[in-house]
């Protein structure tokens, strides 16, 4: 403070001005400034005075302004100019620097802080230690600092040293860290500095039609006028470079315009001139291949990790500064006790097992009178250099502060450290061991020459389950190992005399042999060798666990049966099962029943009463949930406190009344032309405002549906006096008819006023015949007034036949459908219209059934056919709401597939689920749903409820196996909540008995069956396609990160690969999880960690490596979590995934020699895991880098590849091009993507050529190999005659398929799905080896309900 601060300035511009402004939050200045001259190098100066303004620091701004300029002068030199920049207009520069202004106190210096170790008991400071041994750190500090603070931790260097150069784990400077500072915050804006230049503006608007003409889908919506300093904007490329921009290697889908931030620029309409909802179909030739496999060429990649990370471990508080009674450290060849904590090897050879990162941590310890403090710990197993830091605080409260770091070393003469790989999988063959170090006394590594005659040998052995891994005895001699002695197990390799300064790496040949997963212990040590036998006492021994993961993912088979319940319990289902070959222990059967869906409609109520902003559209909804909830509740239901309070029906009932009591406020009712009902009853004031046929229409509609459901529902029992006073039991589901009157006649004028206006425009040609075309609004009017309803004027315009004619069942959405429906059902029995009516519904219903589509447990009905996204939550109500009023003869026609299955059950389940996927947020459902959606989405349930005879259920539910009871499920008088047991695979019989459902009584009741369990037998013959397509290759990284070269199946040790893997999905999926379970070859790159992004990507656009660059406007990833564990990557999408292709990647380096399985990638729905995919897994060869190791093929030569890996006795992989199945599967076939053939599963036996229609013979069933357990019996279902098709039966299998060698895409020819014949030539191989890309199937591939269709199915 009192000194002045000089700035120096280089000035961008001609006679600017300069203003200064700084202060510390508390007082400011401010300065001015003008400089003269022109732009250049030379520097000027601007002083500002330090005063108290600036006390403990200050933020300085400074603000450069200039006038127009001459061109001459900002650019004395001619050099290339955007042409967005005009370099004349005013311009302006800001800069914020910060000034330090620290308070002056005396520094605590940190060569005053001197550290020492020593050996518990020894007088001299130590630097080596051996491993377990008892040691003391010591602070020492001037004697006047007594009283000061001292923190003490020991950290592994090695982990310390993980992340550099990236994230260096330096010490802090404490001085630094807590030095108060201080500084005002000044923000500034200048408009000059969004001045676009007319120059630019007319170029920009010229470019734009140019480009428009050349090719009117790939012109943007927004051209910024401002030049950008990271890359160059539209109009600065040339048109070749701009269209090339606009070519993408994926398939995407179209999605609604987006608002896009920016500064000025031009914002153009909608190019597709579709809005919002278009669809686009790309060519096919458009696409470019991208080829996910190379011919014949090798696929998959391995490596060898470092050990696992140790935890960390805090000590104990230290409260002394007297050292402990000195404990000598244990002698090599002693029993260990406390100092290691390891076990035993032999009779006397103490085993290292206990390994930690932090062994001791002293948050606190005060300095002694004499400047000193002490610190115990015991050293951990670990041969490394531990990290002393030590930071002091002065006790004197005078902001003191130091740090000093030292560091020992933990070791033995002759050390081992463990090379192994972090996880194995049943299946693998690997080399791992340990490195074999002797160090002299002075701490450098030297020869090792032992005192008695004979050499080092080094034995390894397995403890614990020796089925899951062994030592390959057979491959010892290559190893120049032999059998260990009797006594020691295990084998023995003779290292003889240790040459050189560096180690010696020593391995053994292991293999994970299938019996199972778990954990083994290695245990490795080393002796003298005499005559061939350990002699004399051990030099070192350690044990370390390895783990054995599953060698792929758990999956999921799925079906669901719904079964309606008769008096005489005839109705039942039995379904067979079959154990698949899986991993011991994995394997579960869960069973779920239960009935109705009155929990969603509760909740879906209480979404509508709890609205805080209300409008006439919300009203008109609030009429509706107490109509539902009349179903399930009778009035006297409030005399149940448990029910009343639990369904909310108080609430339910006064936001009914309040609905009443306030919609005459949104309905104008005046006079003899009135408007009906507003959105909002400020409106009502202007005379200028016409009524909305649309809000009228949905008033009369919930009108209609209240009085429907008034005359179903339950009567119930007396109600006393006093429960007559509660709102539920006092409640008059009615609306005062003076309402619906006006709504209806405002209805009517206006809609006929519209087609008076097209007959009579005065700015259009009038119109001639039969004009109104808005079909949807026509669907409305007709579902709220009724087919019945014929208006005053323009009778045949409005008729029932126009809504029915072909060109308006074509234009009509899926919601117009389930409109023109009810415009028949909600008003009459469908088995009392007239044929002509039954024949229109017909037409309907059979274009709603090729809208619906499947995904596992549930189905949507999509925006259009073929289409992957849903029509919104509001749109699949209402026809959820249609179909429950379609009646038993239509649903069985039309919504019934050839097993039986329940399409309106599954649709029942997507509505309650609140849409499920978030994408439908675009079309009105998803996160945020509306009170007109969630109103009808209460009242499309109970529909179904009371249709399906669940709103009020008498039936008990019995599952089992023979004799072993599953599931015993009942529900009397209203649903009960649902009832879930999960069997283990080792308490059924084997092989086991079918499963048999039997319902008695009244009601449906929903049974979802699950087996989860991780087959033993790997995918390697093709992908598993069960709603997800996924692929997955592993190439080798350059050194930018990009993945270079054909696919990899032998991989040099130390090679740095891109592990790639793609996902396609024909429909909008919701919260998808995709997980790679590493193979053991290869150990992951945490680019958290390590600071290395190279070969990232998170799916979204954003480039390898660009996740800094991550939820951007113009970056969305599709994964957005990405999580590396030691056996698996994962990845987790947001609760929306688009359809389409999408692409992750990380990296992984080759660590582990050996032979490796490589598990398939696994995506699948979180909601739904039987909604999955699998890519085809294989095997991976790592080897090279060691003298012994045979010359490595060269990975473009697929015939060198070939001929290695037939020494070695692995499969090649081989390339898998897909192909279709012209015109589809029916009745639950299956494509073979190998042959592009039909078959069909018959039990245990799969067949050539379409199923038959009848497929009554076939089960839940899953082949794997040949030796899943048999057990199987047919499917027998009874039930007494009438109702709905009560069986639903989806077996969502999703498992792999390697008896057969094949799996496909399942089509249905009665839906209208099916493949073009040109799969075949799908551009699998066009692409050059060396540059093999993925390929995408989308435009070809089936939906999901395609490919989980009706009926059991492999």
């Not at 190098?41 to 005063?51: A, F, R, V």
């Not at 096919?284 to 391995?302: L, N, S, T």
């Not at 290292?352 to 403090?373: E, M």
Request: hydrophobic share 40%; with cysteine; charged share 20%.
């Amino acid at each position: 403070i009192g000194e002045t601060a000089r700035l120096s300035l280089t000035l961008p511009f001609f006679n600017a001005t300069a203003l200064a402004v700084w202060g510390n939050g508390h007082d400011t200045k401010v300065k001015q400034h003008k400089f003269s001259g022109k732009p250049g190098k030379l520097q000027h100066e601007m002083s500002i005075d330090i005063g108290e303004e600036c006390r403990l620091g200050c933020n300085v701004l400074v603000l450069l302004t200039a006038p127009g300029q001459r061109k001459e002068d900002v650019l004395p030199v001619a050099v290339p100019v955007s042409p967005l920049l005009d370099v004349t207009l005013p311009r302006s520069a800001a800069k914020t620097l910060h000034l330090d202004v620290p308070e002056k106190r005396k520094p605590l210096p940190d060569d005053a802080v001197q550290v020492s170790v020593k050996r518990a008991g020894a007088v001299a400071p130590s630097r080596v230690l051996q491993p377990g041994a008892n040691a003391t750190i010591r602070v020492q500090l001037p004697m006047e600092e007594a009283g000061a603070e001292v923190c003490i931790f020991v950290t592994d260097k090695a982990m310390l040293d993980v992340g550099e150069p990236a994230h260096p784990h330096t010490i802090v400077s404490l001085d630094k860290a807590f030095e108060f500072s201080r500084g005002d915050r000044f923000e500034h804006y200048d408009t000059r500095s969004r001045l676009a230049s007319t120059e630019g503006y007319d170029l920009t608007a010229a470019t734009v039609l140019d480009r428009a003409k050349l090719d009117p889908w790939a012109v943007e919506e927004y051209w910024p006028l401002l030049p950008n300093r990271y890359s160059q904007q539209a109009v600065e490329q040339t048109d070749q470079a701009y269209f090339a921009d606009k070519v993408d290697d994926l398939t995407k889908f179209p999605s609604p315009p987006m608002w896009i931030p920016g500064g000025p620029g031009l914002l153009l309409g909608d190019p597709m001139g579709g809005g919002a909802y278009a669809e686009l179909e790309m060519a096919e030739d458009d696409m470019e291949a991208m080829p996910m496999m190379a011919r014949e060429a090798p696929v998959m990649a391995m490596a060898r990790s470092a050990p696992a990370p140790m935890a960390m471990k805090m000590a104990g508080p230290v409260t002394t500064t007297t050292p402990p009674p000195p404990t000598p450290p244990p002698k090599p060849g002693g029993k260990g006790g406390k100092a290691g904590g390891g076990g035993s090897l032999g009779k006397d050879m103490y085993t290292r097992s206990k390994f930690q990162v932090t062994p001791l941590f002293v948050p606190s310890l005060v300095v002694g009178s004499d400047g000193s403090a002490e610190a115990h710990f015991t050293l951990p197993d670990n041969i490394a250099t531990f990290d002393i830091r030590v930071y002091v605080v002065d006790g004197k409260a005078e902001h003191r502060f130091a740090h000093s770091s030292s560091s020992i070393i933990s070791r033995r003469e002759v050390s081992l450290v463990p090379a192994l790989p972090r996880v194995v999988r049943p299946g693998d063959k690997f080399e791992c061991g340990v490195t074999v170090t002797r160090h002299s006394e002075d701490g450098e590594t030297s020869s090792y020459r032992g005192a008695a005659p004979g050499a080092l040998g080094v034995s390894a052995k397995v403890s614990g389950n020796q089925k899951i891994v062994a030592i390959r005895q057979e491959d010892l001699a290559k190893f120049s190992a032999v059998p260990a002695a009797p006594e020691d197990e295990g084998a023995l390799v003779d290292v003889g005399s240790l040459s050189g300064h560096g180690p010696r790496e020593v391995v053994f040949p292991f293999e994970a042999q299938g019996g199972g997963v778990g954990s083994v212990r290695l245990t490795f040590s080393a002796r003298l060798q005499e005559g061939g036998r350990s002699s004399g006492e051990p030099l070192d021994a350690l044990e370390v666990p390895l783990p054995v993961k599953p060698p792929q993912a758990p999956v999921v088979i799925g079906t669901s049966v719904a079964i309606t319940a008769t008096p005489n319990g005839t109705s039942r289902w039995s379904e067979g099962i079959e154990l698949p070959k899986a991993m011991p222990g994995s394997g579960s059967l869960k069973l779920v029943a239960g009935v109705g869906h009155l929990a969603s409609v509760v909740q879906h109520a209480g979404d509508v009463c709890s609205q805080d902003v209300w409008s006439g559209e919300s009203w008109a909804a609030a009429l509706l949930p107490a109509a539902a909830l009349r179903l399930y509740y009778a009035p006297d239901a409030a005399s149940s406190e448990g029910s009343a309070s639990k369904a909310g029906l108080d609430k339910v009932a006064a936001t009914f009344a309040d609905a009443v009591r306030n919609l005459p406020s949104y309905t104008d009712s005046s006079g003899a032309y009135p408007k009906g009902l507003f959105w909002h009853s400020s409106d009502m004031q202007y005379s200028w405002q016409r009524a909305s046929v649309s809000l009228n229409a949905f008033g009369l509609f919930a009108v209609r549906v209240m009085n429907e459901f008034t005359s179903r529902a339950p009567a119930g029992g007396v109600v006393d006096a006093a429960v007559k006073q509660k709102p539920w039991a006092s409640l008059v589901l009615a609306v005062p008819p003076r309402l619906t009157s006006s709504w209806q006649r405002a209805l009517e004028r206006e809609l006929l006023r519209q087609v008076q206006d097209l007959h009579s425009s005065r700015w259009m040609p009038p119109c001639s015949g039969d004009c109104y075309d808005s079909w949807d609004i026509l669907a409305e009017v007709r579902a709220g007034l009724g087919f019945k309803w014929t208006p005053s004027d323009w009778q045949s315009e409005l008729s029932m036949e126009r809504l029915f004619c072909s060109e308006a069942l074509a234009a009509l959405s899926p919601l117009g459908l389930a409109n023109a429906a009810l415009s028949y059902t909600l008003h009459s029995a469908y088995y009392s219209l007239p044929s002509e009516a039954q024949g229109r519904l017909d037409e309907v219903y059979g274009r709603l059934s090729n809208l619906i589509r499947i995904q596992g447990r549930t189905a949507y009905v999509a925006s259009s056919s073929g289409s992957p996204h849903s029509a919104g939550l509001m749109a699949n109500a209402m026809v959820l709401l249609a179909l429950s009023r379609a009646g038993e003869s239509a649903l069985a026609r039309h919504f019934a597939a050839n097993s039986g299955a329940s399409l309106p059950a599954k649709l029942a389940a997507y509505v309650a689920d609140g849409g499920e996927v978030a994408q439908s947020v675009r079309f009105g459902g998803g996160s945020w749903v509306s009170p007109r959606d969630a109103a009808m989405v209460s009242v499309a349930l109970a529909a179904y409820d009371q249709a399906m005879g669940m709103t009020a259920p008498d039936l008990v539910f019995k599952a089992s196996s023979d004799a072993i009871g599953l599931l015993d499920y009942e529900a009397h008088g209203k649903a009960a909540p649902p009832a879930a047991t999960t069997t283990p695979w080792e308490a059924l019989a084997h092989p086991p008995s079918p499963v048999q459902f039997r319902a008695s009584g009244v009601g449906q009741v929903s049974v979802v069956a699950t087996m989860t369990f991780v087959p033993a037998v790997v995918p390697t013959e093709g992908a598993v396609y069960r709603g997800i397509f996924v692929e997955k290759v592993v190439r080798q990284m350059d050194a930018e990160g990009r993945a270079i070269g054909p696919p990899l199946q032998v991989i040099k040790l130390g090679t740095s690969v891109v592990v790639t893997i793609q996902i396609t999905t024909p429909d909008d999926l919701s919260r998808v999880t995709l997980e790679d379970f590493v193979s053991g070859g290869l150990e992951p790159v945490d680019a958290s960690v390590a600071g290395d992004t190279r070969g990232s990507s998170a799916g979204g656009g954003c480039g390898e490596g660009d996740m800094p660059f991550r939820f951007l406007w113009w970056c969305a990833p599709s994964f957005y979590s990405l999580a590396i564990r030691p056996d698996r990557v994962l990845w987790s999408s947001q609760n929306y995934l688009p359809a389409g292709t999408h692409t992750v990647s990380y990296q992984a380096t080759a660590a582990t020699r050996g032979v490796f399985v490589l598990p398939p990638a696994h995506a699948y729905v979180n909601g739904q895991p039987e909604l999955m995919g699998l890519s085809k897994g294989g095997t991976v060869v790592v080897a090279g880098a060691s003298p012994n190791s045979p010359a490595l093929p060269d990975p473009r030569k697929p015939a060198s590849v070939l001929t290695f890996l037939a020494r070695l006795g692995v499969h090649p992989a081989k390339e898998e091009a897909p192909r279709g199945c012209p015109g589809g599967c029916p009745n639950g076939g299956v494509c073979q993507l190998s042959t592009g053939k039909c078959g069909c599963y018959r039990g245990m036996v799969f067949k050539e050529g379409d199923c038959p229609h009848n497929r009554s013979d076939l089960s839940m069933s899953v082949l794997l190999g040949e030796d899943a357990e048999p057990g199987m019996a047919s499917n027998d279902f009874s039930s007494a005659s009438g109702g709905l098709p009560s069986i639903e039966v989806v077996a969502t299998v999703s498992i792999a398929l390697v008896a057969v060698a094949f799996v496909g895409f399942h089509v249905h020819k009665h839906y209208g799905f099916s493949y073009s014949s040109d799969v075949e030539d799908a551009p699998y191989s066009a692409a050059p080896a060396q540059e093999t890309e993925m390929s995408s199937l989308m435009q070809r591939m089936p939906s999901v309900d395609s490919a989980l269709g009706a009926g059991p199915y492999l």
